[in-house]
């Protein structure tokens, strides 16, 4: 079969010259690739022969001969091509060989086309399947997200300069930490290097410690005194501390928590001061545990101190302080003592 050449063109007629169809198909698919879309994949899938079929066999055209009428790459003929091929496979268009040059079909809705089409070589690598299915999971077009990766200066100046940018890649960082012990720890590592974030870090630690020491209140009804102990909460003060912990649940996002998470543990700590001072059996009870406390420290700490170097760390100063400690302990014992029930 022969082509007509235009009169500007060379006008001998190549005896091997391809279908016209396959030629039409071939410069329509050169001039819109870019655009891409099932109508023409069909282009692709009518006039490409498929794997296995000999040239004698049809009158498609390999993807490569294909490709140099299009005017574009043998690689994107294959995207194509491969797209079509996933769908065939689904059934949602018909097979390669029940197609015939210059055939028109009922296509799919062009919605679906992105479900099929990669327009990216990476896509293909381990990390580029990833990508694609974490795209296809979050409802976006893989090629989106392709590009995104492919690109991560790009990634990294939309982020520097839109606030916008910057939180979507917060909440995907924080997603992601969650399934990567190895960022986590470079991350914390970072953190920890730099003066500003360390700070930041430690001051929202503690707004979240005073915030649990509320919801510890409000929610399971506990209260832990100064000393350390342990009490069921009034239902007054529990009363209090759930009215707290609604104002702080009904902050704004991304609303600086600290002056309400501090304004609330303040409220909660003295309502608990003045709960035990009220209490004259309670009272007494925060004495003795808070003696306990000091005591426990104090004995670990000696248990803990070793003399075999005493020749080399000796001082005159280290025995009167011991001295003047032995004195305020047998003051102590003997007040004890003297406290202890008559028999």
Not at 255 to 277: F, H, I, K, L, S
Request: contains cysteine; charged residues 30%; proline residues 5%.
């Amino acid at each position: 079969m022969t082509v007509a050449i235009a009169p500007s063109e060379e006008s001998a007629v190549r005896p091997d010259a391809p279908d016209p169809e396959v030629s039409r198909d071939a410069r329509d698919f050169g001039a819109y690739a870019r655009n891409g879309g099932w109508s023409f994949a069909l282009k692709v899938a009518r006039s490409v022969r498929p794997g296995g079929q000999a040239a004698d066999e049809t009158p498609k055209v390999s993807a490569k001969e294909f490709a140099e009428l299009a005017g574009c790459s043998p690689e994107r003929v294959m995207r194509y091509y491969k797209a079509w091929d996933k769908a065939a496979d689904d059934g949602l268009v018909p097979l390669f060989e029940a197609l015939t040059p210059g055939e028109d079909i009922e296509l799919p809705d062009a919605d679906v086309w992105h479900t099929y089409y990669v327009a990216r070589s990476s896509a293909s690598s381990e990390r580029g399947t990833a990508i694609v299915q974490a795209a296809q999971a979050e409802g976006i077009r893989p090629t989106k997200a392709l590009e995104v990766a492919e690109n991560p200066t790009a990634l990294r100046a939309a982020i520097l300069a839109d606030p916008s940018t910057a939180q979507a890649a917060r909440h995907a960082l924080l997603d992601r930490l969650k399934e990567d012990p190895a960022l986590q720890t470079e991350l914390a590592r970072d953190i920890a290097r730099t003066d500003d974030l360390k700070k930041a870090v430690a001051t929202e630690s503690r707004a979240a410690d005073r915030i649990g020491y509320v919801r510890q209140i409000a929610e399971k009804g506990q209260i832990k005194t100064p000393a350390g102990q342990t009490l069921d909460a009034p239902a007054e003060l529990r009363s209090e501390a759930e009215r707290h912990l609604s104002l702080l649940d009904e902050l704004e996002e991304g609303e600086d928590t600290g002056e309400w998470a501090t304004e609330a543990y303040d409220t909660m700590r003295n309502m608990v001061v003045e709960t035990v001072q009220a209490d004259p059996e309670l009272r007494v009870q925060e004495r003795r545990t808070k003696f306990y406390s000091s005591l426990q420290k104090a004995t670990k700490v000696f248990e803990e101190l070793t003399f075999d170097d005493a020749d080399d760390i000796y001082e005159d100063d280290m025995v009167q302080r011991l001295e003047e400690l032995q004195q305020a302990i047998g003051t102590c014992i003997a007040a004890l003592r003297g406290a202890a029930p008559k028999e």
